[in-house]
């Protein structure tokens, strides 16, 4: 199996652009997808194909690939976008891995 | 709309067997896999495997193998976990989640189901 590797944490303040990155060698063959958990609750797709939006998402989320690291952006945040975001990607054998988990913290 | 309606937060014992329901509905439930993801108390996301709601045919992680079981009943849309000889380690919140089409991710979420392992 492989890793996704995300950055523990990452803060931004109201209004200001969060990035989010996720790297992996699989990257630049899989696709990643990234979803948002807050407290005490299950966890949301936020984007999937690297860079669609289910919908119901608000527009502000946006993701986009480079190699082996994708990057999910979040412009304008909010406070109600603090919450743990995980990268997800699956391996051609269709094992499913994570990355660690970032916890995003709007200062 | 798709909902994931899972069995509420169990207490065991060492060594007990537990098996946690997943209900499916709003959609056709053989036309979607289902997977299943453990959390353990603040921890990440950690895949358990999926099973194909067409066939019933199970695949499990590495590190799934064993103690875990994934079933299903069809005829009333419902995926089922079960962990046999439970240990304090399997304490953890325990999520079904529909697989979104032909690629792995996840598009719809149970609410989770906390299983707690102590004497």
């Known amino acids: 199996s492989y ?29 990643a997808y990234w979803y948002q958990q807050k407290p005490g609750q299950a966890p949301v797709l936020m984007i999937y194909k690297d860079s669609e939006r289910p919908s119901g998402i608000p527009e502000r989320f946006s993701g986009s690939s480079s190699g082996t690291t994708v990057t999910l952006t979040i412009s304008g945040v909010q406070a109600e976008d603090e919450a743990d975001y995980y990268c997800q990607s699956a391996d051609s054998s269709g094992s499913v891995v994570f990355g660690g988990g970032t916890k995003l913290t709007v200062l | 709309q798709v909902h994931l309606v899972q069995s509420g937060s169990d207490l065991k014992k060492p060594g007990a067997s537990v098996k946690v329901s997943c209900k499916a509905s709003g959609y056709i439930f053989t036309h979607y896999a ?7 108390p603040g921890q990440g996301l950690e895949w358990m495997g999926w099973i194909n709601t ?3 045919n199970p695949t499990y992680a590495q590190g799934f193998t064993g103690r875990f079981v994934f079933s299903l009943d069809t005829s009333v849309s419902t995926a089922y976990l079960q962990i046999s000889s439970l240990k304090a380690e399997d304490t953890a919140v325990f999520y079904c989640a529909r697989v979104g089409g032909y690629e792995m991710f ?6 989770g189901t906390l299983v707690t392992v102590s004497s």
């Open chain 1, 3 to 31: 890793e996704l590797t995300q950055p523990p944490s990452v803060s931004v303040s109201p209004g200001q652009t969060a990035r989010i990155t996720c790297s992996g060698d699989a990257l630049s063959k899989q696709y």
């Open chain 2, 34 to 40: 289902m997977v299943w993801v453990r959390q353990a």
């Open chain 2, 54 to 56: 067409n066939t019933g």
């Open chain 2, 106 to 111: 996840f598009d719809s979420w149970g609410q």
